[in-house]
Each structure stands twice: as C-alpha cells, then as structure tokens.
C-alpha cells in the first residue's frame, strides 16, 4: 500500500487548501482513512479519519473549519482546511487503518502565515 499526499502549501491566515491522498494498493474502500499532524516540536496528532461508510471524526481543534471526504471508487481521500490559523502549521500525514494495520503516507507541508 502507498499513501501519495498533495495539496500542502502556504497560505495566509484566514486562507483555505484542500489536500489529496491517493491509495495504491487493494483494501482501500474498507479502511478507515484520515490525515493526521505534526507540528515543530509537538507530538503528532490525530486531525481526522472516515469510516468506509462516510462516518467521521473531528480533532477539536479543527470542529467547523476542516473537512474530511474520500472518494472510494478514485481511492482518494481529502481534508479541505477552511479559516486556516497559523497554529495548524504542520507536516500532515495521510493514513489508513483497519484490523491488524495501520499504514503512513509521506507528509505535506502547511504553512500559514502573514
């Protein structure tokens, strides 16, 4: 299985970016996928998932503002980021998970800044 993220950026405060993750690979459609983060000198940390069947789940944090989506038939799943702050700068992460596994992307880059 392989995780290609795309969409990171910078973006002013305010601003918004959608990201991109595309799966490789069988099992796709009945994981559960999701995006975490990880910020300069914090742990990483859970932004969110969704189920295979649309179900998800929000960190706090980004309740309102960000979104998560995913396309089983095109293996993709997205985070559309709205109101970005500068504290949601990070490396973002995709993942994929279910019994047994729990596979990494490579990250994306997020800056928001003035």
């Known amino acids: 299985v392989q995780l290609q993220a795309s969409g990171g950026g910078m973006v002013q405060p305010g601003g918004s970016l959608r990201l991109s993750c595309a799966a490789s690979?069988?099992?796709?459609?009945?994981?559960?996928m999701g995006w975490y983060r990880q910020a300069p000198g914090k742990q990483r940390e859970l932004v969110a998932d969704?189920?295979?069947?649309?179900?998800?789940n929000y960190a706090d944090s980004v309740k309102g503002r960000f979104t998560i989506s995913r396309d089983n038939a095109k293996k993709t799943v997205y985070l559309q980021m709205n109101s970005l702050k500068a504290e949601d700068t990070a490396v973002y992460y995709c993942?994929?998970?279910?019994?047994?596994?729990?596979?990494w992307g490579q990250g994306t880059q997020v800056t928001v800044s003035s």
């Open positions: 969704i189920t295979r069947s649309g179900t998800s």
């Open positions: 993942v994929q998970y279910g019994m047994g596994y729990f596979n």
């Open positions: 690979g069988s099992g796709f459609s009945s994981s559960i």
